[in-house]
């Protein structure tokens, strides 16, 4: 029995982890090789240094993680605000919860392209404001990247908020019911009880959106500013050129900051189940 129980098991997990070696690890592994590879020289890593000197991949990669970490957070703090709005009855709450889900199925680039229409200079809110002596500032296109960030939180938060609402939804009521009924305000009982007892799905929904973010290519592509270019966009570019060292290099880059995020959602994930096992023994 337990022999057959290993074997289903074997059959089971093998496929899986063979197709994320084929897709992952494998191209990974070629483009890290390929990056330090010189075929005059041999083993270097002058693109690396390169790559570190340049000015414009510095930028880019700062800018990108600001970017994401902008809209992430804009797009949690409307989760969490869509996720209290759904667990009350209201009229029309059907309606409004089918409807506040329809980014999630949009395109970026179809995003981008609203954005523009919307909110440039010349587009159809600047143009509706302007009989009213109301100049729009510049939005899309900005040196902050401002328009980067509502794109991308406009398109991201429709998830977060299913996300945390899942993460709330699981919560027993009692819970919540027992610490007001010992005299907790439901301010007090939310943050006290409801937020520590969904803070892994709440951890989930924040990696998931900023590793989201940071890998979407149209949105910062069509809103954000000539320079700096999100590191994304600057990897098009070298690919573009046919400059194929930078590519690789600019490829590692970027795959070990997205490594380095999953390592932190792994180590903040022990820390919230280290926590909760404590608390459970205490």
Do not use: C
């Not at 993680?65 to 969490?80: D, H, N, Q, R």
């Amino acid at each position: 029995m337990n022999r057959t129980r290993r074997w289903v098991i074997f059959v089971s997990v093998v496929p899986a982890v063979a197709l994320l070696m084929l897709l992952f690890y494998v191209p990974l592994a070629a483009a890290l090789y390929q990056s330090v590879d010189d075929r005059r020289r041999g083993f270097t890593l002058a693109a690396y240094g390169s790559l570190l000197h340049d000015a414009s991949v510095r930028r880019g990669l700062l800018f990108s993680l600001e970017y994401a970490l902008a809209s992430t957070i804009a797009a949690f703090v409307y989760g969490m605000i869509w996720a209290a709005l759904m667990r009350r009855a209201f009229p029309g709450k059907r309606w409004f919860g089918a409807l506040s889900r329809a980014p999630i199925t949009i395109p970026g680039i179809a995003v981008a392209l609203m954005m523009l229409t919307l909110l440039e200079q010349g587009g159809f809110l600047a143009r509706s404001l302007a009989p009213l002596g109301i100049v729009l500032p510049r939005i899309v296109r900005d040196p902050d990247g401002i328009g980067t960030v509502i794109g991308l939180a406009w398109k991201e938060a429709p998830l977060m908020g299913a996300i945390v609402a899942a993460a709330f939804g699981g919560l027993k009521p009692e819970v919540v019911q027992a610490a007001r009924s010992l005299g907790a305000s439901p301010w007090r009982a939310f943050w006290l009880i409801q937020v520590p007892a969904a803070m892994p799905g709440l951890a989930a929904a924040a990696i998931l959106g900023f590793v989201r973010a940071l890998g979407a290519f149209a949105i910062p592509s069509l809103l954000g500013p000539a320079y700096p270019k999100p590191i994304l966009v600057l990897l098009y570019d070298a690919f573009e050129y046919g400059d194929w060292p930078r590519v690789y290099t600019i490829g590692i880059l970027f795959a070990s900051v997205s490594l380095f995020v999953a390592w932190l959602y792994h180590r903040v994930m022990r820390a919230i189940e280290g926590g909760d096992g404590g608390r459970a023994s205490a």
